[in-house]
């Protein structure tokens, strides 16, 4: 606390608040929210199909990932939220209107009991959306 006299006999307290430690708090939670939204994304129930060791990347934290899910029921999702065929191709064509340095990567995470016909559906509408950046997301043997 620091102290000052403005007159003899009167003594003045001037509080004031250290924001350095909130600050601290504030960056250290941006920076746990930033590393764990993208295995957030992750959330539908998928049985990956299974690739040989190192086909596959893991996902990079400093890309910007669209995760598009098809369950073994044949439910699309995007993230964690289930979407029917018309808003697929709403999301690609909206991810298509970006700048392609902006556009997300799509990554389509299809279970392994599907028919991979229904995987090709979902390229083929990215590709006709105009979207370059596209991947298929496997489970290591």
């Keep these: 606390m620091a102290r000052s006299f403005s007159k003899p006999g009167r003594l003045h307290v001037m509080n004031e608040l250290n924001v350095t430690p ?10 746990i929210f930033m590393i764990s ?14 690739a040989e060791k190192g086909a596959g990347k893991s996902i ?10 098809l369950s073994a029921k044949g439910e699309l999702a995007i993230g ?3 979407v ?12 298509a209107a970006l700048p392609e340095a902006e556009q997300p990567i799509v990554r389509i995470r299809g279970d392994g009991a599907q028919v991979y016909q229904k ?3 979902i390229l083929s ?8 950046k596209v991947g298929l997301d496997t489970e290591t043997r």
């Design 22 to 31: 909130m600050l601290d708090l504030c960056f250290c939670l941006l920076i």
């Design 37 to 50: 939204t993208p295995v957030l994304e992750q959330t539908t129930a998928i049985n990956l199909p299974k």
């Design 84 to 95: 029917t065929q018309a808003q697929l191709e709403a999301e690609f064509t909206s991810i």
């Design 119 to 121: 995987i090709i559906d």
């Design 125 to 132: 509408t990215a590709k006709a959306k105009g979207l370059t």
């Design 80 to 82: 964690s939220r289930v």
């Design 60 to 69: 990079d934290t400093k890309v910007v990932y669209r995760i598009v899910s």
